[in-house]
């Protein structure tokens, strides 16, 4: 099982920017899905969740900003960001509740023991 993050960048406050994820080994649409971030220095934080047939949670940092979606066709999942600010500089990671790792990380009603090597956002003028 392995989940792919692609789309990281530099880029301006202000700016928009997509990451993307994709996943081998499952099906997307059998698991929670959804995104997590750390930032140097910091604590792991549970960006966004997707229920299998619930409403989509978001941080309250990034709500209104951001938003995720999944196209089951091509097993992949995106990260919709905009209104992009120097605070949202980390590595995100794609993330699912498949029982891969031990450990876990917390987003909403989202368990999350599967996750990739994270893609690098940084967003400075």
């Known amino acids: 099982v392995q989940v792919v993050e692609s789309g990281g960048d530099l880029v301006q406050p202000g700016d928009s920017l997509t990451l993307s994820c994709v996943a081998s080994?499952?099906?997307?649409?059998?698991?929670?899905i959804g995104w997590f971030r750390q930032a140097p220095g910091k604590e792991r934080e549970g960006v966004s969740c997707?229920?299998?047939?619930?409403?989509?949670y978001y941080a309250d940092s990034v709500k209104g900003r951001f938003t995720m979606s999944r196209d089951n066709a091509k097993n992949t999942m995106y990260l919709h960001m905009s209104t992009l600010k120097p605070e949202d500089t980390a590595v995100y990671y794609c993330?699912?509740?498949?029982?891969?790792?031990?450990?876990?990380?917390?987003?909403?009603?989202?368990?999350?023991?599967?996750w990739g090597q994270g893609t690098q956002v940084t967003v400075s003028s």
């Open positions: 080994g499952i099906t997307l649409d059998y698991y929670k």
């Open positions: 997707m229920p299998i047939d619930a409403a989509t």
């Open positions: 993330a699912t509740d498949y029982p891969q790792r031990p450990s876990t990380v917390v987003a909403g009603s989202c368990l999350f023991h599967t």
